[in-house]
């Protein structure tokens, strides 16, 4: 079975987009894109265990290269357990460690709950939308 999902895809992921050191191809649970020269990880639909390992590709792939600036989009996201936090806190080690920054958009108050209850909350630069300003670099 064919995860892809093409039909989603922005005008911002050309296919040269896809080229090696490009973003990974979309996928149903993920897709990647460039906005104002940052990578953008959006997740979407139910984020358990079973899809971890499909989105992780989008995740390492934004935060492979050194002084990668990322934010994962956590708007569409329906669901999401433990394995999907740990993930998100993998994304951000990898970016920090390269000298990078990921940032999250996260508006859905159950969203902000549970990061609030696993105190993780104060660990990550909460956006709530892609175009807001992203946060300079410590």
């Known amino acids: 079975m064919d995860l ?5 895809t ?9 080229a090696p050191g490009g973003p990974p191809p ?14 953008v990880v959006e997740f979407r639909g139910a984020l358990d265990l079973a899809v971890v390992p499909e989105v992780r590709v989008h ?3 934004a935060t492979a290269r050194q002084g990668a600036r990322v934010i994962v989009d956590l708007r569409p996201v329906e669901f999401l ?3 999907t936090l740990g993930l998100l806190c993998r994304a951000r080690r990898r970016a920090l460690e ?3 920054h990921l940032a999250l958009v996260c ?5 902000l709950r549970i990061f609030k209850a696993a105190d993780l909350s104060d660990l990550f630069t909460l956006l709530t ?8 670099t410590r």
Not at 107 to 111: I, K, L, T
Not at 129 to 136: G, L
């Open 4 to 8: 892809r999902d093409t039909k989603n």
């Open 10 to 18: 922005t005008p911002e992921q050309r296919d040269d987009d896809l």
């Open 26 to 39: 979309p996928f149903r649970h993920a897709r990647s894109y460039l906005h104002d020269g940052i990578t």
């Open 59 to 61: 995740t390492d792939a």
């Open 81 to 83: 357990d433990c394995a």
């Open 98 to 100: 390269r000298g990078g």
């Open 107 to 111: 508006v859905r108050p159950w969203h």
């Open 129 to 136: 939308t892609v175009q807001d300003p992203f946060p300079r």
